[in-house]
């Protein structure tokens, strides 16, 4: 057998290529071929060609329907899983919301739309374009170089059931035509190498272990810890209980106290100061001393802590209050006024205790307020009682001795005068 004989052996027809003059002419052939029963067949020019799909009998895409699938998927996906997560599996209070609000996962929801459509756009166009194809038999053609340039191509697979090299040839030409091309397509196999098929599976071996091995660890137990790629803070360096230390001169690593320190719930040698008792009872006397200045402070640490729910006049109206109120919380309760008779009547010890271990829905502030600083807000919150509440024997004697005198002269003046 000789060469060309061979070269004819091993090739086989993949279409028929016509070169036409203009994108008008391109379109004119597009809807003959399409007129005779071809439907296997593509148009290729360097730019779009307005009509050319009608032309051709191309229907829409499905690419707008896998995109609008794709969002609606990630956005029910993204919904699903937020609402399992914090209203079913592990539903968590957090400011007494509700466990599951849309407003709160619409964020999430919106992110999972695009990522999934964008997702479903590339892999579509790629799946319904025929991509990835490394070759394409046009390729081999010369003149198909000019598609991207100046040149307008109508392409004819040999797969289309009226394909027939002299008739098609000829409808080609009889549609306007200048040249026609028969393109062929490589009958020899294209075997992927062995190295590389080799080194495929001994990849795809290798990334099987490290999941045998997480699944060989989960299911069984053992003695030494597992293995921590990053440890964080599970091996640190520490002294257990009853432990020798090198570091101090006794050897122990536990140590006793620091003098004058003690523990947040320790009550001390002083339950008067500490906790606002004298002798198991609330105290009614301050265990400080009462002065301008720790007025001053307390009622700087009341504006900072306690004004957000009592108010500035303790009226309970404050700013959280309200908002909580014009929100309709149902789990909200109205903090209780300082100038109601039932806080009004309670010992200075027993404000004390309040302010330092809460009550009702009220937190307590003995971890963020010191000791002397709640004194100083207790006796701010008496200033405020005193100032709505005033009597006459509120008045220092020295200034009542005073307005007295004062009416009095002004009883004695005539009503000419006056």
């Known amino acids: ?21 203009g994108p008008q002419a391109l379109k004119a052939a597009a809807s003959g071929v399409r007129e005779a029963g071809y439907t296997r067949f593509e148009a290729y020019s360097p ?20 995109v609008l699938g794709g969002g609606i998927a990630g956005g029910l996906g993204a919904l699903l899983l937020q609402w399992w997560t914090n209203a079913v599996d592990y539903p968590y209070l957090i400011s007494g919301k509700p466990w599951f609000s849309l407003p709160a996962n619409i964020p999430v929801v919106f992110e999972a739309i695009i990522l ?49 090299e002299s008739r098609t040839a000829a409808l080609l030409r009889s549609l306007g035509a200048g040249e026609t091309e028969l393109y062929d397509r490589p009958r020899t196999e294209q075997k992927v190498p062995r190295p590389l098929v080799m080194a495929v599976v001994v990849a795809a071996c290798l990334a ?38 090198p570091l101090f001169g006794d050897g122990r690593a536990m140590r006793p106290p620091v ?27 301050f265990p400080v001393a009462v002065t301008s200045d720790r007025m001053k402070r307390g009622r700087s640490r009341y504006d900072i802590y306690c004004a957000t729910c009592h108010g500035l006049a303790g009226d309970g109206d404050g700013i959280t209050s309200q908002l909580a109120f014009e929100r309709e919380e149902p789990k909200w309760v ?38 002397e600083d709640r004194w100083a807000v207790v006796l701010y919150v008496l200033a405020l009682q005193r100032g709505r509440h005033a009597t006459l024997e509120d008045v220092p004697t020295e200034l009542r001795r ?14 000419t005068e006056r």
Request: aromatic share 6%.
């Open 1 to 21: 057998m000789d060469q060309a004989a061979r070269e004819t052996d091993s090739k086989q027809v993949a279409g028929l290529l016509a070169e036409f003059d």
């Open 47 to 66: 730019f779009p060609v307005h009509g050319i799909d009608a032309a051709m009998g191309r229907r829409r895409t499905l690419l707008p329907w896998l």
């Open 116 to 164: 999934l459509s964008a997702l479903a756009a590339f892999g579509g166009g790629l799946a319904l374009s025929g991509l990835p194809e490394l070759f394409h038999p046009l390729l081999s053609c010369a003149r198909f170089r000019r598609a991207t340039t100046d040149g307008f191509f109508l392409g004819i697979d040999a797969s289309d059931p009226q394909f027939d």
């Open 208 to 245: 099987l272990l490290p999941p045998l091995w997480i699944a060989r660890v989960r299911a069984t137990r053992s003695a030494s810890p597992r293995l921590h790629l990053v440890s964080d803070m599970d091996f640190q360096p520490k002294y257990l209980p009853q432990q020798s230390s």
């Open 259 to 285: 003098e004058g320190t003690m523990a947040v719930d320790q009550r001390g040698d002083d339950p008067h100061l500490l906790r606002g008792e004298v002798e198991g009872q609330p105290a009614t006397t």
């Open 334 to 371: 109205r903090p209780l006024s300082v100038h109601s008779q039932v806080v009004r009547d309670q010992p200075v010890g027993q404000l004390f205790q309040t302010i330092s271990d809460g009550i009702r829905t009220m937190p307590g502030y003995s971890s963020q307020i010191s000791v």
């Open 402 to 415: 005073h307005l007295d005198t004062a009416l009095q002269g002004d009883a004695r003046t005539p009503d």
